[in-house]
């Protein structure tokens, strides 16, 4: 097999991860910069096809290419190196707002045998896998030691409520996954390392719920356009017209002291 020059591979994804940095907005396939990138991807195609499928998908995940994302998907999957592929393209599909199918991926990815428990259990979480990660984690502490000095309490309240309500993490995808289409009509994507941030709310004369805000580097009259669209669809594609018993999601103004927030 062709080893494939690092700075080839590195030049691409440092050039993807340059691109969301400057903005959360969904960029233009036949923008000049996309181009760019897409002809450097076509370079590393010749020596690593899988590699180049991975960036190809990313690029069409930030562009809002939904079927372009999962044609890459699908092209990078016949290729040996599944847990990589599927770890990147867990990425991919939460920077399109597709948290249903990266939620998919993600139970497959938090087998702590498949080594990336540590990596992506704080992402898992922040997309609505509570009981997931949860679930996992005995086995997950087991295999890596150093989890075990990890403060979980905040996950484990989570739990709590989730179970006072009887609440899933598919209840929880079916919200996020609503959101992620309201994000795509806006060509938006979540801002920060997390998609959304998680609280445990407890009113004063009512049962605790939780609180997911999905952060977003916009104004705050688009924040409130989308949140309307998002109440709107709620009561016209959710059976009971509600959200589940137990959860309240929203799109919200980012701030930088909460990007780095955990479940």
Not at 68 to 87: C, D, I, Q, S, V
């Amino acid at each position: 097999m062709i080893k494939v020059p690092q700075t080839l591979a590195g030049e691409t994804a440092e050039a993807l991860n340059a691109l969301i940095a400057e903005s959360d907005r969904f960029r233009d396939w036949n923008a000049a910069e996309i181009q760019s990138l897409v002809r450097a991807t076509e370079k590393l195609q010749k020596v690593d096809a899988r590699q180049a499928f991975i960036r190809f998908g990313a690029i069409a995940a930030i562009c809002g290419n939904v079927d372009g994302l999962f044609e890459y998907f699908k092209k990078a999957l016949l290729l040996p190196g599944e847990l990589e592929t599927k770890h990147e393209f867990f990425v991919s599909l939460a920077n399109a707002g597709l948290y249903g199918k990266a939620q998919e991926i993600g139970s497959w990815l938090l087998d702590p045998r498949r080594g990336f428990f540590p990596k992506i259990w704080q992402r898992a979480a922040s997309m609505g896998q509570i009981l997931a990660v949860w679930n996992r984690l005995p086995d997950a502490k087991k295999t890596y030691p150093d989890l075990s000095d990890v403060d979980f309490s905040n996950l484990d309240r989570a739990v709590a409520v989730m179970k006072q309500h009887q609440l899933s993490d598919q209840h929880i995808v079916s919200i996020f996954d609503l959101m992620g289409e309201i994000q795509r009509a806006h060509k938006i994507m979540f801002s920060g390392a997390l998609i959304s941030i998680l609280r445990v709310m407890r009113p004063p004369e009512d049962p605790p719920y939780l609180y997911f805000a999905i952060p977003l580097d916009a104004n705050v009259s688009e924040i409130h356009a989308m949140n309307r669209e998002l109440a709107r669809v709620v009561v016209a594609k959710l059976p009971e017209g509600a959200f589940p018993h137990g959860m309240v999601a929203s799109f919200a103004k980012a701030h930088p002291v909460e990007l780095l927030a955990a479940a």
